[in-house]
Every structure is written in C-alpha cells, then in structure tokens.
C-alpha cells in the first residue's frame, strides 16, 4: 500500500525552529518528486515547497523562501522540511504529497500523508 | 503568488449538476494544461480528482469532470450525490516554476 506518514509538529516559539518528516513506504520513493502543503486552521491549501526526485531541484513558495529547506534521504524512503525563523503566521498542518507521474515535480499530487499539525506561539 | 479565485461556495440538490469555476491569469491557469482539483472533507487529507485540466485518476467517479477555457478552468459534478458535499481546491503550476492553489469552494449537497 502506498502511503505517506508525516511526524515532527509540535508547539514551537516564534523564531524558533522545527525539521518536520514524511516517511513514504510502497512506491519508489527516488523516482518521484515531492512537495510539502500546509494549511492553517479553517483556511485553505497552501503550497510550501517541493524538491524532485533526485533531490536536484527545489522550490519554494515565497513566503517560505530563505526560511524553510525542503531535502529528501532516498536511502531512507523519507522527506524533510527544516523550518526556521518560524512565525505565528506558519501555523498549520503540514501535508506532504506525492507527484502523480514520474518526472513532473510541479503537476498534480495523488497521495498524501494525515498531516501534521505546526503551532507558533508564545 | 495570488491564489486563483474560486467562489466560496456552491450548492444544488441531489441529483443536479453543479460547476465550480477557477480562475487565474495567462501565468498560470491559461498558460499551462497543468491544473488538478481535490477534494477534501473536514478532518481529511485532500483527494486527487482531476489531473491535467481533465483526467480522472484511477478510481475517481466519472461523475466528475474538468475543462478549462482561457484563464478559467472548470469542475463538474453531476448527479450530484451527498457524499460530494466537501471541499473543492483548484491548482496549477505557475510560470515561475511554482505552484498554486485555489481559494477553495464548499459544495453543499441541499
């Protein structure tokens, strides 16, 4: 079964930091790339960052950009997102999902973890 | 990096058809066949629906559909089911090799 397992939320100061993990299981997890989504409490989907299959390329949205690194360890099947400088504004649950096909890093994503819930205050 | 616009919220009766429109700028929506919708109901991961502007992955009701005109792409549901009642996001790739969502639309099932 293909399936994603996020960990690593938590209550965190505003500035400090957090490195969320998504362990992928059932697929080659090498082969496709992947992206974080976020989403505040009774608001909308927010995509944060992706990174391709080898781990070549990364994108970030620009209100993460220079504060959040999104990595993969393909030896270890699992997906990172180091956040730092935090902000009460990052609250949310983090999703991470995975690219539908091989080879397309910003389509569509069709598995996608429970989520793990990121709160930034003081 | 503005969400594309969708309306807040869409409803009709059992049975009926409804349309959820996505709108975005020749950016995004209408500069690439890259738009997919998800579904999600409340305390879930969203669910892929549409791929592509207009293919439904593997196990996803025909009853659903997409197209696109323009800047604008569309979500149908017909013989709409209460089930269906949930919440609908678009999203596309966008000319700065990022990604976007849409604002998001609850659909009610009357």
């Known amino acids: 079964e293909v399936q994603l397992l996020e960990s690593g939320g938590g209550l965190v100061q505003p500035g400090g930091s957090l490195r969320l993990s998504c362990a992928a299981s059932?697929?080659?997890?090498?082969?496709?790339?992947m992206s974080w989504v976020r989403q505040a409490p009774g608001k909308g989907l927010e995509w944060v960052s992706a990174?391709?299959?080898?781990?070549?390329?990364?994108y970030y949205a620009d209100s993460v950009k220079g504060r959040f690194t999104i990595s993969r360890d393909n030896s270890k099947n699992t997906l990172y997102l180091q956040m730092n400088s935090l902000r009460a504004e990052d609250t949310a649950v983090y999703y991470c999902?995975?690219?539908?096909?091989?080879?397309?890093?910003?389509?569509?994503?069709?598995?996608w973890g429970q989520g793990t819930m990121v709160t930034v205050s003081s | 990096q503005s969400a594309l616009t969708q309306p807040a919220s869409v409803s009709g009766s059992p049975g009926q058809s409804i349309t959820i429109s996505c709108t975005g700028t020749?950016?995004?929506?209408?500069?690439?066949?890259?738009v997919s919708w998800y579904q999600q109901h409340p305390g879930k991961a969203p669910k892929l629906m549409i791929y592509?502007?207009?293919n439904r992955p593997s196990g996803v009701s025909n009853r659903f559909s997409g197209s696109k005109s323009g800047n604008t792409a569309s979500l149908t549901i017909s013989g709409l089911q209460a089930e269906d009642e949930a919440d609908y996001y678009c999203?596309?790739?966008?000319?700065?090799?990022?990604?976007?969502f849409g604002t998001g639309t609850k659909v009610t099932v009357l």
């Open positions: 999902a995975k690219a539908w096909i091989v080879g397309a890093d910003l389509d569509a994503f069709d598995i």
């Open positions: 059932g697929f080659t997890f090498s082969s496709y790339a």
């Open positions: 990174i391709s299959g080898s781990g070549g390329s990364t």
């Open positions: 020749s950016s995004d929506v209408g500069g690439y066949n890259y």
């Open positions: 592509e502007v207009s």
């Open positions: 999203s596309s790739y966008t000319s700065s090799s990022l990604f976007v």
